[in-house]
């Protein structure tokens, strides 16, 4: 059971080592975190798939650095391991593309680094392998000369990583920015067969730590208890926050005097884009027979009979709009790079993806015309309570 003050993936720091085969990236990743984090070996190709490791770097703090895969990798198979190294790009926040500094940056480098400048993602251009040069390194700008062996130059990239990892994240909150200290909030936790056994899951963790760290008291109960607890509160509470698939029957027990909103549309402003979201629910209006709907999830779990993404949002979207759509899914890693083959994309609330890469995937639908829109936000929808659910935020 994970406590309640670790970081999970999502919210640590994303740092990516890339590069050529052979230019010393795993060698790299291992001088940083002082740990054997990567397999190094003189032989190219060594690293395969991108190997992450969650750990804690000074003065940075919690962060996850992935070491990839050689983006020269040869042959069927290497594309497909370089398509990896490049699909990581996706959830970095900080790059490091690793060089060998006796060599010229190749075009393949080159070609990295105007995808991090397309990208924007905050990069450092390490050239490794400095003990073997004999004379003085000519360096350019954002280059810093490495060494695995000696370790020089390595605890100067990692104040540089850490300069830079600081401006790219700004701190951000799920809801305690609108709330004050002293406030009562309560949070409607259904405990049922979709709950893992002997915790809660992500966003209500998220929710609730963030809620205590700030001071602000927090009521849990679930739906059926609702109508008891109220009636034994002295006055009510500022926020009701409920799981999306019993926002019908909270919506039904909690007075509207009282702002109501669920995990999933806080998650939709957290990491994701809000207005977009809300945009793509009314594009269910347009919904025909033979369309194409793409449900995504960012985690992989087992499904249940009554599984929300397979089971009842397709459910849900056929009683809606009257029509027997095509539903097509992929859950973790695995999202389309052409989505317009969709006439709709409906997303999980992104929990365990971050920031960067639920905003990518975002930013894909809306540039190819396709509406997106997350669980919570469709759910609310479909049963005419969008509204009621969004007007806390406008306050």
């Keep these: 059971m994970m406590s309640l003050n670790e970081t999970v993936s999502a919210e640590r720091i994303h740092i990516g080592f890339f590069g050529m085969r052979n230019a010393g990236k795993s060698s790299l990743v291992n001088a940083v975190t002082n740990q054997d984090v990567s397999l190094v ?20 703090g919690p962060v996850l650095i992935t070491d990839t895969p050689g983006i020269d990798d040869e ?6 391991r370089a398509g990896r190294a490049k699909k990581a790009l996706e959830k970095t926040d900080v790059a490091i593309l690793a060089a060998d500094i006796s060599l010229p940056l190749s075009d393949e480098d ?18 490794t392998k400095s003990d073997l040069l004999t004379g003085k390194a000519e360096l350019a700008e954002n280059e810093i000369a490495v060494s695995s062996v000696t370790r020089e130059g390595v605890e100067e990239l990692k104040e540089a ?28 936790i259904p405990i049922d067969s979709s709950a893992p056994k002997g915790r809660i899951i992500l966003p209500q963790q998220q929710v609730l730590r963030e809620l205590l760290d700030r001071h602000i008291s927090v009521i849990c109960c679930q739906p059926q208890e609702i109508k008891g607890m109220l009636s034994h509160l002295y006055k009510e509470p500022d926020l009701v926050i409920t799981d999306s698939q019993a926002f019908e029957k909270v919506a039904g027990d909690v007075p509207v005097s009282i702002p109501l909103t669920s995990f999933s549309i806080l998650f939709a402003r957290y990491k994701g884009n809000l207005e977009a979201l809300v945009s793509g629910a009314k594009a269910l209006a347009g919904i025909k027979t033979g369309d194409r709907i793409l449900i995504s999830e960012g ?18 979207i056929k009683k809606y709009t009257g ?61 005419g309570i969008l509204p009621r659910s969004l007007a806390f935020f406008d306050k």
């Design 75 to 80: 042959g069927e198979l290497g594309s497909m």
């Design 299 to 316: 985690c992989t779990h087992h499904r249940q009979c009554e599984d929300i993404g397979t089971v009842k949002i397709p459910g849900m």
């Design 323 to 383: 029509a027997e759509p095509a539903f097509e899914f992929t859950s973790g890693g695995g999202f389309p790079d052409d989505l317009s083959p969709y006439s709709l994309v409906v997303h999980c609330g992104g929990c365990m993806l971050t920031e960067k890469e639920m905003m990518n995937r975002i930013n894909g639908a809306v540039n190819a015309g396709v509406p997106i829109v997350n669980y919570g936000v469709l759910m609310a929808y479909i049963r």
């Design 110 to 127: 080159k070609e990295l680094v105007e995808f991090f400048k397309e990208k924007k993602i905050p990069y450092i251009i390490a050239r």
């Design 41 to 60: 070996s003189p032989v190219k190709g060594t690293t395969t798939d991108p190997v992450t490791k969650a750990m804690e770097i000074l003065p940075l």
């Design 161 to 188: 990583i850490g300069r830079i990892a600081k401006s790219a994240k700004t701190e951000k909150f799920v809801i305690a920015d609108l709330l004050d200290e002293g406030d009562c909030v309560m949070l409607v």
